[in-house]
T-cell receptor
Framework: NAGVTQTPKFRVLKTGQSMTLLCAQD?????MYWYRQDPGMGLRLIHY???????AKGEVPDGYNVSRLKKQNFLLGLESAAPSQTSVYFC???????????????FGDGTRLSIL | QKEVEQDPGPLSVPEGAIVSLNCTYS??????FMWYRQYSRKGPELLMY????GNKEDGRFTAQVDKSSKYISLFIRDSQPSDSATYLC??????????FGKGTRLHILP
């Protein structure tokens, strides 16, 4: 029973490099989310998706792009990494059994990303 | 005024004590309230989920919502060292995104 799986778990990049973080969920959830978590800042929503083929901006979307080509996968891309993007990135998913945003989110264990 | 306020701690209590964790909020439209527990180097995991006002109990954990005061609490009875973690409150109305508190770090001292 995997739930939400994130790869890689840890990565070091140089400024200007690009990379893609992968999130996969096996719960058939409609909604998926990408957050970043920084000390003293809490969880901040980067982008989210309410279904396959749809994406939307969250609170801090600049410098990131996302894609949801398959229902179970949500990719987060950094086109040109900057030191300010050093963070722990969490993917989450939730069901829409009753519609709306009220359903609890299920999180992966994060990707620790360092930009030098 | 931030939408959700949570004391970052750290909060240190001896094993066996009752722990009280709290959040205040400003948006009176919030109806759904959650508590997540996050261990070091892990993702948040859902601990409690409540709708509207009142209490909900699950084992040693009790979640309490006071909508009139815009105040929610999580009580942990008979606290254990394994309860040492960061606790995040979260809340939403039906039509907008979940808002998370910044978390309270809790240390249970053996």
């Amino acid at each position: 029973n995997a739930g939400v799986t994130q790869t890689p778990k840890f990565r070091v990049l140089k400024t200007g490099q690009s990379m893609t973080l992968l999130c996969a969920q096996d719960m058939n959830h409609e909604y998926m989310y990408w957050y970043r978590q920084d000390p003293g800042m809490g969880l901040r929503l980067i982008h989210y998706s309410v279904g396959e083929g749809t994406t939307a901006k969250g609170e801090v979307p600049d410098g990131y792009n996302v894609s949801r080509l398959k229902k179970q996968n949500f990719l987060l891309g950094l086109e040109s990494a900057a030191p300010s993007q050093t963070s722990v990135y969490f993917c989450a998913s939730s069901n829409i059994a009753t519609g709306g945003w009220n359903q609890p989110q299920h999180f992966g264990d994060g990707t620790r990303l360092s930009i030098l | 005024q931030k939408e959700v306020e949570q004391d970052p701690g750290p909060l240190s209590v001896p094993e066996g004590a009752i722990v009280s964790l709290n959040c205040t909020y400003s948006n009176s439209a919030f109806q759904y309230f959650m508590w997540y527990r996050q261990y070091s180097r892990k993702g948040p995991e859902l601990l409690m989920y409540t709708y509207s006002s009142g209490n909900k109990e699950d084992g040693r954990f009790t979640a309490q919502v006071d909508k009139s005061s815009k105040y929610i609490s999580l009580f942990i009875r008979d606290s254990q060292p394994s309860d040492s973690a960061t606790y995040l409150c979260a809340m939403s109305d039906r039509d907008d995104k979940i808002i998370f508190g910044k978390g309270t770090r809790l240390h249970i001292l053996p």
